[in-house]
Each structure stands twice: as C-alpha cells, then as structure tokens.
C-alpha cells in the first residue's frame, strides 16, 4: 500500500506561484497531481514517471507548470496563477502495471487532499 500526505496549498494571489509537495510511503512507477473544484469533476494536472523524465501536463497548466519527484516526494509548481486554479489538489499514485496518463481511473491511491485558493 501507498500513503501520500500533501502539503504546501493555501491563499495564493492571482498571478502569484504555488509550490506543493507530497510525501509518500514508497515511490511507484507514475504519480500525478489532480485537481477538483466545487461541483467539477476531479482532473489530472501533471503525472511524473519514477525515472522522473516523462512528464505530462493538462493543457490549463501547459507552459505554466513544473512537475518534478525528488525520491518519493512528487512536487508541483504552478506559476502566473489563476482564479481557476482555485480547487482541492489530490496527490496520486498508479500501481504497477496501470496506465500513466492524466487519467484518474488509472490511480489506486490518494492523498487527502490539499487546498488552494487564489485570490
């Protein structure tokens, strides 16, 4: 099993950067940030792969967004940001053998989620 813990959201202004982090118990070959806000459904942001050199982004953070893994710690870092950014952000994990896609059924584990709310 994986526990990941996420940390790092809070009140951000527009146009300002946010950095998150999650600890996991144990790496996995691909993890991924997801994103949900109130009364949308739930949308991958940027998935890693343990090698941490495919990196994938949804096209509403493309250019603007750096996903990077520093052993078990995937980290994301959303520049210029917007009020649409504002939504809870999920840490995942696939397991092995699962796609690694911005697919959110691909994804086994969770985190709590954190919460990120710009201004």
């Known amino acids: 099993d994986v526990q990941l813990v996420e940390s790092g959201g809070g009140s951000v202004q527009a146009g300002g950067s946010l950095r998150l982090s999650c600890a996991a118990s144990?790496?996995?070959?691909?993890m991924a940030w997801f994103r949900q806000a109130p009364e949308k459904e739930r949308e991958g942001v940027a998935k890693?792969?343990?090698?941490?050199?495919m990196a994938t982004y949804a096209d509403s953070v493309e250019g603007r967004s750096t996903i990077s893994l520093d052993k078990n710690i995937p980290r994301l870092e959303i520049d210029a940001l917007k009020h649409e950014d504002t939504a809870m952000y999920y840490c995942?994990?696939?397991?092995?053998?699962?796609?690694?896609?911005?697919?959110?059924?691909?994804?086994?584990?969770w985190g709590q989620g954190t919460q990120v709310t710009v201004s």
């Open positions: 144990r790496s996995t070959l691909c």
């Open positions: 995942a994990a696939a397991p092995v053998g699962a796609g690694c896609g911005l697919v959110k059924d691909y994804f086994t584990h």
């Open positions: 890693i792969t343990s090698t941490g050199d």
